[in-house]
């Protein structure tokens, strides 16, 4: 009984594994649990920023917020730079430090605070990506996503009552979203005035702190301490809307806006030179103010006199009262042909005392070399008035600043004159039937300017400047602005209208500047951007 026991144990203990294996193979096939659903495939595009930095912490921000650029490029550039960038970064900051800390330490009753070691290590920030902001000032704001494992080696030595402590700090990781903001951009090198640096949230900051060899950042509670407080320092200082404010070059002298009017009478000449054969000279006089390419201003002729009386009063845009110089040139009017230049002169603006008037006379020249020994010739006299009329500090200020436009004006304009100063920026989607060749056209009381033009170009770009001068506010006035596009090769529809505005003056003269763009009338989708600045006199 017991061998056939034996071996019915064994068969039934075969059969049974056999059909146990069957029949969960068959659940497993054939059965679904009720309570399991199907898992929900979405590609990575679909998901939001949020979800992305769960799943993948580490990712760039150009993978998962396409609102940032990749930035391979700079990081590259700054790998090969970074042992030039580190020397001059220290240098940098041991140079701002050191003054700081002479101020500081008195306090404190320490002796000396001194830099031993001073390196940020060989490993240089990275930057996951870029974005760039598109507003309509003349301005460029970056906002970059920075992260630094730096192996830094500074060592600061502190000296009290006769005893050293040296503090290293290393092993330092930094996370930060710096907004960078360059302002105003301006026509010379480095081509923007200031840099505007704040932070979009509070940065990640992590570092290892040695105190006479022994790591402080061991001590429970302390690490967590220090970086809090380094967190909340650094955020009120800098976290956005607050800056950190690097001024690179002066906006005034690098952006050369108006200052002043030079208010010119020109008075009489005397004992011109004859040019004309038959008879006396018929002479006009051109005014420029050097440094600018504005148009110069012409009196009337006089014909057949040699010794002509004006009493014709002009208005010119100064900008740097400094350097700038009035130049005048006489001519002897030709009705065929070139124009005679009969003499010149030229007065230093630096020579003027504001709102003073100032007569002069002075001798014509053949040219302004001073070692010409044709200029010791006489060719007459020429006597002008001269008064420099400086703008309102005020409007200055808001003009270097450029603040933001306000909607509604404020009651009551400013009385009296000043001068009009339009800036054609740029325009989009502007198209004609037959050709876009479009430049700009300017009618303001009567007075037309263009800027140039640009050939086959829906969206131009001009920053072109205009200015006009005017005797009394134009707060009931219009700007007609109008975009043509010109074609020499169709003889039958040369100009094409692409659109216009009419622009009302009387807010600009309330707020002192706007910029605003425009729909153009007559236009599908055309738009134009166009800033206006008034400048009072100071007179007014």
Same mark, same amino acid.
């Given at each position: 009984?017991?061998f056939f ?5 064994f068969f ?6 056999? #059909? ?6 068959y ?15 979405? %590609? ?5 920023s949020?979800?992305? &930095?769960? #799943? ?6 150009? *993978?998962?917020?396409p609102?940032?650029?990749r930035v ?15 020397k ?5 900051a ?6 700081i ?5 008195p ?10 070691e001073?390196t ?6 990275t930057?996951q ?10 301005e460029?704001?970056?906002e970059?996503s ?13 000296k ?5 402590a040296?503090?290293q700090?290393?092993?330092l990781? *930094?996370?930060?979203i710096?907004?960078i903001t ?5 026509p010379?090198?480095p ?20 105190l ?7 001590? %429970? ?10 967190k909340d320092? *650094?955020a ?9 404010d ?9 952006q ?5 009017i030079?208010n ?5 000449? #005397?004992k011109l030179?004859?040019?004309?054969l038959l008879g ?5 006089v051109?005014l420029?103010?050097t440094e600018?390419?504005?148009?110069s ?9 040699l010794?002509? @009386?004006w009493n ?7 900008? &740097? ?16 042909g070139?124009h &005679? ?19 002069f006379?002075l001798e ?5 070399n ?5 200029? @010791?010739?006489s060719r007459?006299?020429?006597?002008l008035?001269?008064?420099?009329k ?14 933001h436009p306000?909607?509604?004006?404020p009651?009551?304009?400013? %009385?009296?004159?000043g001068?009009?100063v339009?800036i054609?920026? @740029?325009?989009?989607?502007? @198209? ?6 479009p430049h700009?056209r300017l009618?303001f009381?009567?007075e037309?300017?263009r ?5 086959k170009?829906?969206d131009p770009?001009w920053?072109?400047?205009f ?6 506010a134009?707060?009931n006035?219009?700007l007609?602005?109008?975009? *043509? ?17 009419d622009?009302s003056l009387?807010?600009v003269?309330?707020n002192?500047r706007i910029?605003?763009?425009h729909?153009l009338?007559d236009?599908?989708?055309g738009?134009?951007?166009?800033e ?9």
């Amino acid at each position: 009984m017991g061998f056939f026991g034996t071996i019915f144990s064994f068969f039934g203990f075969g059969f049974g594994i056999s #059909m146990g294996l069957a029949i969960g193979y068959y659940l497993f096939i054939y059965v679904q649990p009720s309570d399991v659903k199907d898992p929900e495939i979405k %590609p990575l595009a679909e998901e939001d920023s949020e979800t992305i &930095d769960r #799943m993948i912490p580490e990712i760039p921000l150009w *993978v998962k917020n396409p609102d940032f650029d990749r930035v391979d490029w700079l990081n590259k550039l700054i790998e090969y730079m970074w042992p030039y960038l580190n020397k001059a970064i220290c240098k940098t900051a041991e140079t701002i430090a050191k003054p700081i800390i002479e101020e500081q330490i008195p306090q404190y009753k320490i002796d000396s605070v001194e830099f031993e070691e001073l390196t940020l290590g060989s490993l240089p920030p990275t930057f996951q990506g870029m974005k760039v902001y598109e507003t309509e000032e003349k301005e460029l704001i970056m906002e970059l996503s920075v992260k630094w494992a730096a192996n830094p080696n500074i060592i600061v030595a502190v000296k009290k009552f006769g005893l050293k402590a040296t503090v290293q700090v290393m092993d330092l990781h *930094v996370f930060a979203i710096p907004r960078i903001t360059l302002k105003p951009l301006v026509p010379s090198f480095p081509c923007f005035a200031n840099i505007f640096v704040s932070l979009m949230e509070k940065p990640y900051v992590d570092f290892g702190l040695k105190l006479v060899g022994a790591d402080l950042m061991s001590i %429970p509670g302390l690490y967590k301490f220090v970086q809090e407080i380094i967190k909340d320092q *650094v955020a009120n200082m800098y976290l956005w809307p607050k800056t950190l404010d690097i001024q690179v070059i002066d906006p005034s002298k690098a952006q050369k806006k108006p200052v002043g009017i030079l208010n010119t009478k020109v008075i009489r000449a #005397m004992k011109l030179k004859k040019k004309d054969l038959l008879g006396a000279s018929d002479p006009y006089v051109q005014l420029t103010i050097t440094e600018d390419t504005l148009t110069s201003k012409k009196t009337t002729v006089k014909h057949k006199n040699l010794n002509p @009386e004006w009493n014709e009063e002009f208005s010119l845009v100064v900008k &740097d009262p400094e350097t700038q110089a009035l130049e005048f040139q006489v001519f002897d009017w030709e009705q065929v042909g070139k124009h &005679d230049k009969m003499g010149m002169n030229m007065i230093p603006l630096k020579e003027l005392t504001a709102d003073e008037p100032k007569t002069f006379t002075l001798e014509l020249l053949k040219n302004l070399n001073p070692k010409d020994p044709q200029n @010791e010739k006489s060719r007459g006299q020429i006597v002008l008035e001269l008064t420099y009329k400086p703008f309102r500090n005020e409007d200055l200020a808001k003009s270097f600043k450029e603040p933001h436009p306000t909607k509604s004006p404020p009651e009551g304009t400013p %009385p009296g004159g000043g001068l009009l100063v339009v800036i054609i920026h @740029e325009a989009q989607d502007v @198209e004609g039937k037959y050709h876009t060749n479009p430049h700009v056209r300017l009618i303001f009381r009567g007075e037309e300017r263009r800027t140039k033009i640009i050939k086959k170009n829906r969206d131009p770009r001009w920053e072109e400047e205009f200015q006009f001068l005017v005797e009394e506010a134009p707060t009931n006035d219009k700007l007609h602005v109008e975009v *043509v596009s010109t074609s020499s090769r169709s003889l039958l529809r040369q100009k094409e209208s692409l659109g216009y505005a009419d622009i009302s003056l009387a807010d600009v003269v309330a707020n002192n500047r706007i910029n605003e763009r425009h729909h153009l009338i007559d236009s599908k989708n055309g738009r134009i951007q166009i800033e206006l600045q008034w400048r009072a006199s100071q007179a007014n």
